[in-house]
Every structure is written in C-alpha cells, then in structure tokens.
C-alpha cells in the first residue's frame, strides 16, 4: 500500500509498534514525575491534587516528542525513527514547553479546584450553580485550547503570544471537529474513571498500569488526527513543507520575500511556507 494514501486510522494498526514505543518512552516520563510528584504530598503532608498534579510540568518537556512522532506518522505518513526523532523534538522545544508546561498545570488545577469549589457551594446556593456552568464551559474551552497548542508549538515558530491567541482562535473555527474530538476524549477519560474505580487491589494497579502506558498515546492519536486538517487550513500546511531546504528560493521569489509586507512569522511563497525574513 502507498504509504501516502493511507489514512491515519490504517497507519495507526499498521505501525502501531513504533507508535507505541514513542508512548511508552512518554508514558515512563509522565508516571515518574507523576509518582514523584504523589510522593511530595504524601512526605510533606500536602496530600491533594494541587501538589500531585505538580507531574505536569516536567512531564510536559517530553510532549513534543510524543506530539511529534504522531504528526510524523499520523499527518505526514512519514515514517521516521522513533527514538532520534523523539528526543531531537523534546530538545528543540524545551525552553518553550516549561513555560506551557506550568500552563498546562495551571489550567488543570484551577479548573479542578474551581470546579470542586462552586459544585460543593452549588449544594447550598442555586446561584454558584450558574457560576458552575459557567466555568465547566471556561474549562471546556481551556482544553480545547490544549489540544491545539501542543501541536502547534513544535510546527510553527510562532512567538508565545501568536500561539495562545491561535490556539484560542482555532477552537472556533472547527466547531464541530472540535465538539466531536472533545466528546471522544471525555469517554475515554470517563472510560478511564470508571476504570479506576470499580477495581480494587491487583485489577487497580494493573488499571493504572494500562492506562498510563496507553491513554497518553491514543488521546493524542486522536486529537492531532483530529484537528491537524484544520490547523493546516488555517495557519499553514507543514506536510512537505517545512522539511523543505530554507533557502532553496529562485531569484524572483527572494525578491517578492524582500517586499512583502506582513508582521506574519510566516509567508507563504508559492506554497512554500518560509520563516519571514523580515520580521525582526
């Protein structure tokens, strides 16, 4: 089968011991700083979910890696080696995503603490429960941002505030996608909930097991599969793209380069997307 021609749902069965590879080194990562994280709590007697949750952070550093592979082999069908390609993405996106990562960690933690906060308050004053609403569409909306800004951040060299604010924008331009994406990861995780609870003893941690080692990767599976056709659309293809030589530009496309006029990070010049060289 022409490896171009097939969809992201084939590749994901066809190659999915490289893709689960680029999950387990994640998956490691993500439940180390996790456990050291729980661990924190339980020493210092701060047992909650705001200092358990302080995992995301240094776990976000490996995200781009794990992001990357899946876009190589999901969107570009390019079917890279796993382990270099990993690390070449966690090493050129590191100083970015400690900064996304105490993002990511703020918006999780806010959201839950808030939620809890005016879900228990709502018991006793109908009014909080309007609040509630409110914020369970805020946090809705923060999610979605986070499903875009991963892959963004290792695709386009955009400053920090282009990418939140596309980020932002994108979840309004793909409702329906977006709905759909953010429907299936709600069951997955709700799947995962339940999972957890109903079992007890040696079928809890095998449960946790599982799902360290797998819902990282097949959450994320989804969601660039997902939205990728649509960040393509609207902020710029990067399949064939980027991979392209910087400077493989003929004369009169330097010169149209020389005179374009845009505060954009990017211009496109016969559908090539290029780094604008203008901009300061």
Do not use: C
Not at 146 to 171: H, Q
């Amino acid at each position: 089968m022409n490896q171009k021609k097939q969809n992201a749902f084939t590749v994901f069965f066809t190659k999915f011991p490289q893709l689960m590879l680029a999950g387990a080194i994640f998956s490691a990562f993500f439940a180390a700083f996790m456990s050291l994280s729980i661990l924190a709590g339980k020493l210092t007697g701060f047992d909650n979910i705001l200092v358990w949750g302080l995992g995301l952070i240094p776990s976000a550093l490996f995200l781009p890696g794990l992001v990357m592979v899946i876009r190589k082999y999901a969107i570009e069908k390019s079917f890279v080696p796993v382990v270099p390609t990993f690390f070449k993405a966690v090493r050129d996106n590191l100083k970015d995503f400690i900064f996304h990562g105490f993002v990511i960690y703020i918006i999780f933690a806010s959201s839950f603490f808030a939620i809890l906060y005016y879900y228990s308050m709502a018991q006793s004053d109908i009014v909080f429960a309007y609040v509630l609403v409110i914020y369970v569409l805020f946090t809705a909306i923060m999610i979605l941002m986070l499903f875009y800004l991963p892959l963004m951040a290792v695709t386009y060299e955009l400053r920090w505030r282009n990418l939140y604010k596309n980020s932002l924008l994108m979840i309004f331009g793909k409702v329906l996608t977006n709905i759909l994406a953010f429907v299936i990861v709600g069951v997955l995780v709700t799947a995962g909930i339940f999972l957890l609870v109903f079992t007890d003893g040696a079928g809890r941690i095998l449960s946790i097991i599982f799902l360290t080692a797998f819902m990282p990767l097949i959450i994320s599976y989804i969601v660039i599969s997902m939205i990728s056709k649509g960040m393509q659309e609207n902020v710029g293809s990067f399949v064939n793209v980027l991979a392209a030589p910087k400077n493989e530009l003929s004369d009169e496309e330097k010169q149209t380069v020389s005179k374009a006029n845009t505060e954009d990070d990017y211009i496109f010049i016969n559908g090539k997307m290029i780094k604008n060289p203008n901009k300061k």
